[in-house]
């Protein structure tokens, strides 16, 4: 029972162009959301997070939207940039538990 | 300075083997995890400690043995390797409480890949 999807496995955009990574849930009780990218051999590095009480969150190139309604969260990247080419993994936790949940990961690849 | 640290970072063993994964955070987070990425490139939770009482304990085989002997590292002991647990074996830690949502963020560490041949 996956609680966390991503379910895109790829993406591929052009440099300079908007780069828009969804990821869907199941578990209501999921308080806050994170979104992580990896390198290969690397370990996933935290890019941006939201809480559960708000529906936007912005870090430079990075935003983060989500919609609790509809228990789907996106990160949206503007401009793109070809360093930015990797798995980008989103992860939700409930922090009574600690426990946080990675959906499947999303190739990026930008184009230069 | 390294946050969070795990060695080694690459472990070739014969199967039957015992190996051990090291794990250190100097974050001063309470909370320390060991996750497993899979062929498939799934991530999954295998433990938590939280101030060395372990607190998630997914369903792994008695095999795996994690070990915190401070609050600032967990190690992971595997007895009798089967060629199933090659992966990828991440740390990670989490500070629990702070201002804002900075006590919900987790931080992994670079990854120990086995093999088990």
């Known amino acids: 029972d996956q609680q966390v999807k991503q379910n895109s496995p790829s993406l591929s955009v052009q440099e300079g162009r908007i780069s828009i990574l969804n990821c869907d849930y199941t578990n209501s009780m999921f308080d806050y959301f994170l979104w992580y990218k990896k390198y290969p051999a690397e370990g996933p590095t935290f890019l941006i997070s939201?809480?559960?009480?708000?529906d936007k969150n912005e870090d430079g190139r990075f935003t983060v939207f989500l919609n609790k309604s509809a228990k789907h969260l996106s990160l949206h990247i503007v401009p793109s940039q070809p360093g930015d080419s990797a798995v980008y993994f989103c992860?939700?936790?409930?922090?009574?538990?600690?426990?946080?949940?990675f959906g499947q990961g999303t190739t990026l690849q930008v184009k230069p | 300075d390294t946050a969070v640290s795990q060695t080694p970072k690459y472990l070739v063993t014969q199967m039957g083997n015992d190996k051990s994964i090291k794990c250190e955070q100097n974050?001063?987070?309470?909370?320390m995890y060991w996750y497993k990425q899979d062929s498939k490139k799934f991530l999954k939770i295998m433990f938590s400690?939280?101030?060395?009482?372990?607190?998630i304990n997914e369903t792994v085989p008695n095999r795996f043995s994690p070990k915190s002997p401070d609050k600032a590292h967990l190690n992971l002991h595997i007895n009798s390797l089967e060629l199933g647990d090659s992966a990828v074996y991440f740390c990670?830690?989490?500070?629990?409480?702070?201002?804002?949502?900075?006590?919900?963020?987790?931080?992994f560490g670079e990854g120990s890949w086995l093999t088990v041949v």
């Open positions: 990670a830690s989490r500070q629990d409480q702070g201002p804002g949502d900075s006590g919900n963020t987790i931080y």
């Open positions: 939201i809480s559960s009480i708000k």
């Open positions: 974050l001063g987070h309470d909370t």
């Open positions: 992860a939700a936790i409930w922090s009574n538990t600690g426990k946080l949940i």
């Open positions: 400690y939280n101030n060395k009482e372990l607190i």
